[in-house]
């Protein structure tokens, strides 16, 4: 691994080297201090201190969006490559994107794009997987099926849950409109489950289920039971499912008498002209939730937004179906959290499993492609208006620095301030990282 000569960081009045705190912290002078943890403390002082974010809004488009034709087009490649759309000017001088994310090119002096994330996991449950936990996904053979054997791993999610914990009465970890695929807690327990909206914002009739106690009991006959239930639950512990449904009774009651949790879920609230601007989509109203729910106190909100697997007709679908949501969605977001000063303190991600084919197939489509993404970030402490790395001229693969699913989530936990070389221990005594290799990405930073 080679260290760049041009970091230091201070420590008693002298500039101390990476080289010389290695060699210190080797000979036990530091105590505790190994290789990640000076990576960290590093890449922590390159930001300037403390962490910006407080809370990330994770915006998966599962299926595989077409990045190609979106953020990363190849005009000069031959007609089979580039496919039909056109390259526009954004407002960052010298940066280009696909003529239908025009909402998006007039903000992009307000988010980076990194054209350079590359995997090899070209499967939707088990890329997504990878995504999410940063651990490749393992199946066993079952009957007549694939069954997922290592359900044990947390998600981006629930780590940041159990670092960072809830904040004013509203869940840590949220869902909408659906549960993420591989969004769970695995052996951090139901406790750093994700609290999911089963319900799509975009309906006329969305509410939140089960958020308001039930009228026909009333508030002293609703206190009465909580005060039975936790005199049943009273003692030891309760282990098992007993325990895991214990742990979703108390977050249900929490959700239910907290005030800021019922205001920041009602929709409703927010202006027509808000709404519009988002979009009529279930990706845009899903981001405005997303907004309020950070607003009030998230620390993460994953929006699940599907049907990017494109191996067929992708033109015209693309440019009517999928990407104008993506566009608005994100351009409103970002915008909204800027106008609304939220921005430095929220981190928006948006990406896919993976990207698609550089060549078209014969059924007028691309199929799935991880060795190359565009993924692109907002807020949160990132620098903006910047392009981190390239494809080459078909965009088949980056051509150099290729940045690793490791990578992202690294920084990804170090810009909320999250220490991802901390270990912690299954429940049979099996040491897990919260990320497994991987280094932060200094030039988001």
């Not at 912290?25 to 930001?47: E, I, R, V, Y």
């Not at 007549?144 to 809830?166: C, F, K």
């Not at 992708?314 to 993506?326: G, N």
């Amino acid at each position: 691994m080679e260290l760049s000569r041009s970091s230091r960081r201070p420590t008693g009045g002298r500039l101390l080297s990476r080289r010389l705190a290695l060699q210190v912290g080797a000979s036990g002078f530091l105590p505790g201090l190994t290789l990640p943890g000076l990576l960290h403390m590093q890449a922590h002082a390159a930001t300037g201190g403390a962490p910006k974010a407080k809370s990330c809004i994770f915006l998966f488009l599962q299926g595989g969006p077409s990045t190609i034709d979106m953020w990363d087009l190849k005009p000069d490649a031959p007609a089979e490559i580039r496919g039909p759309y056109k390259s526009i000017r954004t407002s960052v001088p010298g940066t280009l994107v696909g003529e239908h994310c025009f909402r998006t090119a007039k903000i992009a002096d307000k988010f980076t794009m990194l054209r350079n994330h590359s995997h090899n996991d070209n499967g939707h449950i088990t890329g997504s997987h990878y995504v999410l936990t940063g651990v490749r996904a393992a199946f066993a053979d079952g009957a007549n099926t694939r069954v997922p054997v290592n359900d044990l791993y947390p998600s981006i999610g629930s780590v940041i849950s159990r670092e960072l914990g809830p904040r004013a009465g509203v869940p840590p970890y949220i869902n909408m409109p659906h549960p993420l695929a591989a969004g769970g807690p695995g052996f951090y327990g139901a406790e750093h489950a994700p609290f999911v909206i089963e319900s799509d914002p975009i309906q006329p009739d969305f509410e939140v289920k089960d958020l308001r106690p039930d009228e026909r009991l009333g508030e002293p006959r609703t206190a009465r039971r909580h005060k039975l239930l936790r005199s049943l639950e009273s003692g030891p512990t309760p282990s098992g499912r007993a325990g895991t449904m214990a742990t979703y009774y108390q977050k249900a009651h929490d959700l239910m008498t907290s005030p800021s949790a019922r205001k920041a879920f009602d929709l409703r609230a927010e202006p027509e002209k808000t709404r519009l601007a988002y979009g009529p989509t279930s990706l845009g109203q899903c981001a405005l939730l997303s907004r309020r729910l950070v607003e009030a106190g998230c620390r993460f909100v994953g929006v699940d937004h599907g049907s990017w697997d494109t191996h067929f007709s992708c033109f015209p679908s693309l440019e009517k179906d999928l990407i104008p949501h993506a566009d608005m969605a994100f351009s409103a977001l970002v915008t909204d959290l800027y106008e609304r000063g939220l921005l430095d303190s929220t981190l928006v991600v948006m990406m896919g499993e993976m990207g698609r084919t550089p060549r078209i197939n014969d059924k007028a489509g691309r199929d799935h492609w991880s060795q190359t993404q565009t993924v692109l970030f907002a807020g949160g402490g990132i620098q903006p208006g910047r392009v981190i790395g390239a494809t080459d001229k078909t965009g088949s693969a980056p051509t150099a620095d290729p940045v690793s699913v490791a990578d992202i989530l690294r920084t990804i936990f170090h810009l909320m301030g999250v220490d991802s070389s901390k270990t912690y221990l299954t429940p049979v005594g099996r040491p897990v990282p919260i990320v497994n290799g991987g280094k932060v990405i200094q030039g988001l930073l």
